[in-house]
């Protein structure tokens, strides 16, 4: 914990105002919004260069994040902040919501227990575990449309609704940042209940077929004694897309390299996965089936909990995820907050039951749905639980145990309990959110029900579940390997819905495609693969061949897809009058019939033909936009009290929804790219001026949402030309080309076809923020075009250099032109983003490091802003043979990890601290070399990571050993040489050979032991040659793989360089003598 920490921060919730206090002590519900101070580590600077991340491994889907700008550094300094908070109370439960942080829940508070049941974190401390950089522990997170939310450090619009029977509700609304859906989230409470209820609606407002997920991620404060409990039924578990799965709750395997049996072994109910405690390492596990909607967590020593809720017909998802009790999780708990210690996340998961596991919105479509949590206290982890009551049962020594709280108070409930064999009895309570009902009855409980009057509230019964070991998840077989056709198109249909970061689809529709030139389904996917990376004129291609092939004995094909994107392509090639006809024949299919006839509406009143268009969103009225387009029809057919009631209407009606806002001439919303879609839908209805009003004012807003008034600027001017107002279009792009391009990433195809427009009239801005979209939609040939058209126009931009240097890259272009682009853009700006770049492409191109390190050196600033280049440093000073200065680092500067980039720092000082006790030894000093060596067993605090058992600490303690030996102590040498070779029940997942296991090797020969030695030797040398034998592939499951971030390197020529390796470690292992370690 640093010293800053020491300052022991508090949030203090604000007494309800008086009005507020009124409602309270009449038992209603209090709802206010009031700002609350918050210790707060602020995060740095958004990167002002784009992101290209499509390669990157997130939560097991792709961590794409542009056009979102990273955030990669955090302030080690906590400052007071005033955060605007929305404050929900009643008689049990207080909430606390923080719309500027993706609406969350921060505070959920059991007014009767004295109880957080939601983790309480007393600071904002973000770590860097968001897509984009920051991200914060505890309340409840809603993650949508992937993990972890990438809105999640960024502000959403909300309201305050009060109902008629006294609820109140808070809603949050926002446009998310990667695929512009709409999310509205509404947290409830209600008079007389402990129930949290949340609604949500999430809506597909772009023109094709979204992916998404929805995760609510819950926080609960944890130590040895908290429990996570799930259903009666639950037997199985799964780790991330299902790759391992274990036994519940007491794991039956190694999990996640711990060997949960032995553990048991050694020390009763280790194996207990459901206790926190009991997990040593960063863990997850989602059930694999359950016929209930519940689930939870209980505090043994606070002797109290909570309980989620929700239809399990579209609520699958349940899953508990922790740091681990180990010093990986004390690191991230260091990391995450200053005093208030682990948590687990017990997460609910709507249309989905696994990470990554993505379900379908439609064009157009909403879908809706409930979740709900309540407090629980003094009954222990619970059986069963619905939303009006939570039941446990434990049977012990011939008696039965029930405990009973419900949401509601009932002054007159009965607890029934049947007994094994055949008896029953009936017990009166009084039970309620501060009432527990506590039963004890004679005899082994085989069912419970709780009922008060004619309800029944919760019912119980025993499930002696067998369920046969659900099925684990592997990886697709290569698509010539594959047999059929319909597995083919599966399988490409699953990486695209996954977005599988390192299997791509296209493979898979080629080989389809080469068996059947005409596969409708392979041409459709294809045609809307090309249609998203605005290459129009492919998908119209594979489109056109789609509806031929569909129409060739059925001329009314049962889906409309074809017919829609085909139309949505013609549109954009200013075919109108194809694409309407393309429309029309879609919405003869029911479920392409809605987004199809908002199609044809834009198209007519884009021609002039109001009354068609009035007609045809009339047919779409159930989509948002539909309703939008009737306004502006109306005002085009003169109709305007009826366009201005109308608007009301719907402002009235959902006030948060931004383009309606702003269609009514309302407050900007929060996120400033939520008017460039206003802008963009109502210029496609050919609604310029509406277009041009709704974006006239300069946009700004949070950082995080990168800068983007030079898009703001090209797409005015797009369509200020579309109108005829070419001053007005000149003048714009003037205006963006006098702006600098850096945190400005225009995405979608509305952007697209605006730049294109803007690079054609000679604006540099337009130029070069075209090359970003192209890059980021993996047209890297097309960007690297566009890019040196933007310098033939006279782009100095940084931004412009180095997309291009990466375009030219990616294209196999030479890497000296990219390092001149490099030194020409530092040469103008020295941001560390470019220092580090550079970096890597001369560590790609084998510059010698002596020259990388002196390239480095001479930008001090940078070295001082990044931790990767902190680290790139120290490597180099060590080959370098400048300990010292190496250590002076490492023992020096606080290091904040990504994480799934641990162990990078830990590695480095690892190495400095060999090499620096190594140095000692030489001189003589053996004791100084032992106190450093044995005073980094465990990781310090300032490197930000704990050490992984699975890590093995072999050539630690290998010098270690040495370094006792030369002080004359042989007992302790070989302690160390011991441990160097030691397993443990903690890591035994399998681990191939690497060049750590080389220390291994010498520990057995240190030892004497000549047979362990040569079996290391040996694997060594295997592992060379399955190197070298194996096809280079990226692991299907991998987690991380961050050296693909930047420059997709030659993995092949990677694996020859380190089986060269391991084979000269194997060589030297076997001519090293065992007593003088020199290696």
């Known amino acids: 914990m640093n010293d800053d920490a020491a300052a022991t921060s508090r949030i203090h919730l604000p007494d309800a105002p008086a009005d507020q206090r009124a409602l309270l002590k009449a038992g209603g519900v209090a709802c206010w919004a009031e700002d609350v101070v918050i210790d707060t580590y602020e995060p740095g600077d958004p990167d002002p260069y784009p992101a290209f991340l499509d390669r990157r491994v997130y939560q097991g889907s792709s961590g794409r994040l542009y056009p979102l700008p990273m955030i990669e550094s955090i302030s080690h300094e906590k400052q007071p902040r005033a955060w605007r908070a929305i404050h929900l109370e009643n008689a049990y439960v207080r909430l606390m919501l923080l719309p500027e942080l993706g609406g969350r829940i921060h505070i959920g508070y059991d007014k009767v227990a004295g109880y957080d049941f939601f983790y309480r974190n007393n600071v904002i401390k973000p770590a860097l575990v968001g897509l984009a950089g920051p991200w914060i522990s505890g309340g409840v997170e809603f993650n949508w449309p992937q993990h972890h939310r990438p809105a999640t450090f960024l502000p959403v619009d909300s309201r305050i609704e009060r109902e008629d029977d006294g609820a109140a509700v808070v809603w949050h609304s926002d446009l998310d940042p990667l695929q512009r859906m709409r999310g509205v989230h509404g947290v409830r409470l209600r008079p007389g209940s402990s129930l949290v209820e949340l609604d949500v609606r999430l809506h597909n407002r772009t023109d094709v077929p979204q992916t998404f997920l929805w995760w609510a991620n819950v926080a609960a404060r944890s130590h040895e004694r908290y429990q996570s409990f799930f259903p009666d039924d639950v037997r199985y578990v799964a780790d991330h897309a299902r790759r391992a799965i274990t036994a519940f709750p007491r794991a039956d395997r190694p999990y996640y390299g711990v060997d949960y049996p032995a553990l048991a072994a050694e020390r009763a109910d280790a194996d207990r996965i459901d206790v926190y405690s009991n997990i040593p390492v960063p863990t997850s596990y989602m059930i694999t089936d359950t016929e209930d909607g519940f689930f939870g967590g209980y505090d043994h020593t606070a002797d109290a909990g909570f309980v989620h809720w929700a239809d399990p017909a579209i609520s699958p998802g349940k899953k508990q995820w922790t740091w681990g009790d180990g010093p990986i999780g004390r690191a991230w708990d260091d990391q995450l907050t200053d005093t208030d210690g682990p948590y687990v996340e017990l997460m609910a998961g709507v249309y989905t039951d696994n990470q990554p596991d993505f379900a379908w919105l439609l064009p157009g479509e909403t879908k809706t749905f409930s979740q709900h949590w309540f407090p629980i206290h003094a009954i222990g982890p619970v059986r069963q639980a619905t939303t009006d009551a939570a039941v446990s049962v434990t049977s012990e020594g011939g008696r039965s145990r029930v405990g009973v709280l419900a949401t509601r108070a009932h002054g007159a409930a009965r607890v029934e309990v049947e007994i094994e064999g055949g008896d029953s009895e009936s017990v009166d309570v009084s039970i309620g959110p501060d009432a527990p009902g506590l039963v004890e009855v004679a005899g082994t409980a085989r069912a419970v029900s709780v009922v008060a009057g004619d309800d029944e509230l919760v019912r119980w019964v025993r499930r002696d579940t067998d369920a046969g070991e659900p099925w684990a998840a592997t990886a697709p077989e290569p698509p010539e390997a594959i047999t059929g056709t319909d597995e083919l198109l599966l399988t490409a249909t699953h990486l695209l819905q996954y977005r599988h970061p390192t299997r791509s689809p296209l493979p898979y529709l080629r080989e389809a495609l080469r068996r059947d030139p005409g596969d409708a389904r392979a041409r459709t996917m294809l045609g809307a693969w090309h249609l998203a990376r605005a290459e129009y004129e492919a998908a119209r291609e594979h489109l056109e061949a789609a509806v031929a092939r569909e129409t060739r004995r059925n001329l009314n094909p049962r889906d409309g897809e074809a017919h829609y994107l085909l139309g949505l392509a013609l549109e ?13 024949r879609a919405a003869w299919n029911a479920a392409w019939a809605a987004p199809a006839s908002l199609a044809r509406a834009r198209l007519a009143l884009a021609g002039g033909r109001p009354a068609d268009a009035l007609r045809l969103a009339d047919a779409a009225v159930g989509i948002p936009e539909a309703r939008r387009l009737r ?17 009301q209407a719907l402002v009235a009606a959902d006030p948060l929804d931004p383009l309606t806002v702003l269609l009514a001439g309302g407050e900007a919303p929060a996120d400033p790219r939520a008017a460039l879609d206003a802008g963009a839908e109502f210029a496609r209805s050919g609604e310029f001026d509406a277009a041009l009003a709704a974006t006239a004012t300069a946009v700004g807003g949070v950082a995080g949402f990168g800068r983007l008034e030079p898009v703001r600027r090209v797409v005015r001017a797009a369509w200020a030309d579309a109108a005829g107002l070419t001053d007005l279009a000149a003048a714009e792009r003037a205006a963006a080309d006098a702006l600098g391009l850096g945190g400005a990433f225009p995405a979608g195809l509305d952007e697209h076809d605006a730049l294109v427009a803007g690079a054609a009239a000679g604006s540099t801005a337009a130029a070069g923020m075209l090359g970003a979209w192209l890059l980021d939609a993996g047209r890297d040939a097309d960007a690297r075009a566009t890019l040196l058209r933007g310098r033939e126009l006279g782009s100095e931009d940084p931004v412009v250099l180095r997309n291009l240097a990466l375009a030219t890259v990616r294209t196999g272009g030479s890497p000296d032109d990219a390092v001149a682009l490099y030194e020409d853009a530092l040469a103008r700006r020295a941001d560390p983003r470019l220092v580090l770049e550079r970096d890597l492409l001369a560590q790609l191109t084998g510059t010698d490091a002596a020259t990388r390190l002196a390239l480095l050196e001479r930008h001090p600033a940078a070295l001082d802003a990044r931790d990767d280049l902190a680290v790139a440093r120290i490597g180099l000073l060590l080959d370098a043979g400048r300990l010292d200065d190496a250590w002076r680092i490492l023992t020096t500067r606080t290091f904040r990890p990504f994480e799934g980039g641990e162990g990078v720092v830990i590695a480095a000082y690892d190495r400095a601290a060999c090499l620096l006790a190594r140095r000692a030894c030489d001189e003589g000093r053996a004791d100084a070399a032992v106190a450093l060596l044995t005073e980094g067993i465990d990781a310090p605090a300032n490197l930000g990571e704990g050490r992984h058992p699975a890590v093995p600490q072999a050539e630690r303690f290998v010098a270690l050993g040495d370094a006792y030996r030369l002080a004359g102590d042989e007992a302790a040498a070989r302690s160390a040489w011991e441990r160097a070779r030691a397993t443990t029940p903690l890591a035994v997942a399998p681990r191939p050979a690497d060049e750590a296991t080389f220390w ?8 004497g032991d000549g047979a362990a030695a040569e079996a290391v030797w040996a694997a060594l040398d295997a592992r060379a040659a399955q190197l070298e034998a194996t096809p280079d592939e990226v692991d299907y499951f991998a987690t991380s793989l961050p050296e693909l971030l930047v420059f997709d390197l030659d993995t092949a020529e990677r694996r ?14 076997r001519a090293l003598s065992p007593v003088r370690m020199d290696a």
Do not use: K, Q, S
Not at 631 to 647: K, P
Not at 1056 to 1069: N, V
């Open 631 to 647: 306004v502006l029809a109306l005002r085009r057919l003169g109709r305007a009290d009826e366009a201005t009631a109308l608007l």
């Open 1056 to 1069: 020859r360089r380190l089986a060269d390796r391991l084979r000269a470690l194997a060589a030297d292992g």
């Open 1000 to 1007: 291994i090797g010498i520990a057995h020969a240190r030892l």
């Open 572 to 584: 954009r090639l200013g075919e109108r009058a194809e694409a309407d006809r393309r429309f029309a």
